[in-house]
């Protein structure tokens, strides 16, 4: 379940903005999704002119699409650390409380996040709201479906099992889960929803990222908007 909208300019500026604050010899964590992608060929471009950067992916498409445009490309085990990640979101709000999990790989994407020392979220305009209101994604082992939707309705959710869309079945993340997008409707506390997400037995991981990202470039028509939490 990728979102839409935005243009592709629009998500081009943002990312590209972003890739400009990795520094030589950084550890960077490489986000998934399509404003990601611009990021990370923006990466591919400085690495020709001479930088030298680690990319640590955060699914089997950012690994791809690095080593496509030479990044090199390192592993959590392998690296001390991560001085930026740079990642999408499917929303998020004027405190930069995001979703995330629209490309099924919000848990390797979480874990990259809480490592790296700061978080840059690169998204156009039509991910930004005041109050996040998008389902919200869950990575559940497969044999827990049924308990953890009942659990999620008990939370006031309604939860949906994400189907692939170019084969019969569902979708089936990087780490062999199942997605659950369940609606809340609008999230007026998401460290809250989160922390019971959370301690929901059979959930790997959530796509809210609570107090994780530092600044969101936006990019617009004419450039590109740094915002921080308010």
């Not at 399509?34 to 690994?63: C, E, K, N, Q, W």
């Not at 308990?147 to 979708?171: F, M, N, Y």
Request: one cysteine or more; hydrophobic letters at 40%; aromatic letters at 2%.
């Amino acid at each position: 379940m990728k979102t839409t909208g935005g243009t592709d300019d629009q998500k081009r500026r943002a990312g590209e903005r972003a890739a400009e604050a990795v520094e030589d010899g950084d550890v960077v964590g490489l986000g998934t999704g399509s404003t990601a992608a611009y990021a990370i060929r923006a990466l591919g471009r400085a690495v020709d002119d001479g930088l030298d950067v680690v990319g640590v992916p955060t699914s089997f498409d950012s690994r791809h699409l690095a080593r496509e445009v030479g990044v090199r490309v390192g592993s959590l085990e392998g690296v001390d650390g991560i001085d930026l990640a740079i990642d999408g979101a499917d929303q998020f709000d004027t405190q930069l409380a995001a979703i995330k999990g629209g490309g099924a790989a919000h848990a390797r994407e979480k874990v990259v996040a809480a490592v790296a020392d700061r978080l840059v979220l690169v998204a156009d305009p039509s991910k930004s709201a005041e109050t996040l209101s998008r389902s919200v994604p869950l990575e559940i082992l497969p044999d827990a479906r049924p308990a953890v939707e009942r659990d999620v309705v008990d939370l006031d959710g309604v939860p949906t099992l994400r189907r692939a869309e170019h084969k019969d079945g569902p979708v089936v993340t990087d780490n062999g889960n199942l997605i659950l997008d369940c609606e809340f409707g609008p999230i007026d506390d998401p460290a809250g929803l989160a922390s019971s997400l959370a301690s929901v037995p059979g959930v790997v991981e959530h796509g809210l990222f609570v107090d994780l990202a530092d600044a969101a470039y936006v990019g617009t028509d004419d450039g590109v908007e740094v915002r921080t939490a308010d």
